[in-house]
């Protein structure tokens, strides 16, 4: 178990370190967004319900797609760090395997629900 909080913390620094220089040279530049207007840049615009209720599906559907995608890596240490036993190694297979289908059906209701409050608004 040990092994793994080791690795997730690893990958967690390793993300981390990749991503500091990309905000550094966006807040640098003057063109990193603060606030709302980081996830809806039209906020002078005429507001509708139709956009405040994407927004806000938005923003979960990248929370859940989110740990969806640390479900997948997870179930892989796990899967990698088996050793052979067959229980361990049933558990990462099957923790990959609903983290896939997570992401699927996380994708396809940011797929349909935009769909369907582009036809509302249109």
Known sequence: MNKIKTIAKGCAATVFSATLPAVSTFAAAGKAKTGLDSV???????????????????????????????MIILGGVSYATSQGDASK??????????????????????????????????
Do not use: H, R, W
Request: glycine content about 8%; proline content about 2%.
């Open 40 to 70: 809806n840049p039209n906020t002078d615009k005429n507001v509708t319900l139709e956009s405040q209720i994407q927004l806000i599906l938005n923003a979960v559907y990248v929370v859940v797609g989110m740990v969806a995608v640390i």
């Open 89 to 122: 190694v049933k558990k990462g297979k099957d923790t990959i395997l609903y983290g896939i289908i997570g992401l699927i059906v996380v994708l396809l209701a940011f797929a349909i629900t935009n769909f369907v409050l582009t036809q509302l608004g249109a």
